[in-house]
Nanobody, 122 residues
Framework: QVQLVESGGGLVQAGGSLRLSCAASGSIFSINAMGWYRQAPGKQRELVAHITSGGSTNYADSVKGRFTISRDNAKNTVYLQMNSLKPEDTAVYYC????????????????WGQGTLVTVSS
């Protein structure tokens, strides 16, 4: 079984910063891509940032230049540094990982965290 646990959400004023962390644990052979998604009230979940096992990144246009995704492969952890936060960044942020694991056989498994709430006040 594989679990993702997010931390670092909270309340911050516009213009402030937060750093989210997501640690993977369990029966993990390797982790391929990892990413952060968010879902605001009444909206669909959207990709915020994505990082491959080799460190290549991509970002949603709305966060480019403000957010930075990084990962520590030794710790099976992905981070999201969020700067210059805006009220429209308010959402539940979810971590996702593509994990190579063994269940009834070896397989790539998409795993989601439970989400962490980020609230940006104006």
């Amino acid at each position: 079984q594989v679990q993702l646990v997010e931390s670092g959400g909270g309340l911050v004023q516009a213009g402030g910063s937060l750093r989210l962390s997501c640690a993977a644990s369990g029966s993990i052979f390797s982790i391929n891509a990892m990413g952060w998604y968010r879902q605001a009230p009444g909206k669909q979940r959207e990709l915020v940032a994505h990082i491959t096992s080799g460190g290549s990144t991509n970002y949603a246009d709305s966060v480019k230049g403000r957010f930075t995704i990084s990962r520590d492969n030794a710790k099976n952890t992905v981070y999201l540094q969020m700067n210059s936060l805006k009220p429209e960044d308010t959402a539940v942020y979810y971590c996702n990982a593509d994990v190579f694991t063994y269940r009834s056989g070896w397989e790539n498994l998409g795993v989601w965290g439970q989400g962490t709430l980020v609230t940006v006040s104006s």
